[in-house]
């Protein structure tokens, strides 16, 4: 083969090793933006959901790379989608309970079902408020951030790689 049909080959394989590098940066973008613009509030800082979301890459074959945005907490899900009103039960112990310092921060009113104004329940030792067997959850709403995110990289993505096909 000439050097011409050598240089061919060699500048094409430059080009494919690329598509790794160009999909990882835009990748790698992708996942600080989401950490930057979750629309929730972490109540575990860093090691929570936020610091949970993650970008990957799979080369699947010569002519296929997947990139990917994740959740790495198994309730991403609920972030993302939201959850309908549903009843919380207890399950280990005989009665649904919150520590107290957590009630008068949140200052949340009464949770029972009649909606009365009567003071909650504590527990023997003042330190739990008692809910009771069960609580209506009002539910979520949706905080999605992985499927913005990727629209949004899927053309930034597609913008870089044909430029990096493009240049010589």
Excluded: C
Excluded at 91 to 120: C, F, M, Y
């Amino acid at each position: 083969m000439g050097d011409f049909g050598q240089g061919a080959i060699e500048y094409m394989k430059r080009k494919q090793a690329g598509i790794y590098a160009v999909a990882d940066n835009v990748a790698r973008e992708a996942e600080g933006y989401m950490k930057l613009n979750a629309p929730w509030k972490d109540r575990l800082g860093g090691s929570g959901a936020r610091g949970a979301l993650h970008t990957g890459i799979e080369i699947k074959n010569k002519e296929k790379v997947l990139v990917y945005l994740a959740h790495g907490v198994r309730y991403g899900n609920y972030l993302e989608e939201g959850t309908p009103p549903h009843k919380i039960r207890a399950k280990n112990k005989k009665v649904l309970a919150i520590p107290i310092e957590t009630w008068n921060k949140d200052k949340r009113g009464p949770v029972n079902d009649h909606k009365s104004k009567q003071l909650p329940k504590l527990s023997k030792d003042g330190k739990f408020v008692i809910l009771g067997r069960s609580v209506n959850h009002p539910g979520t709403k949706k905080r999605p951030i992985v499927l913005p995110t990727a629209k949004k990289y899927k053309i930034k993505l597609r913008d870089k790689l044909i430029k990096w096909w493009l240049t010589p």
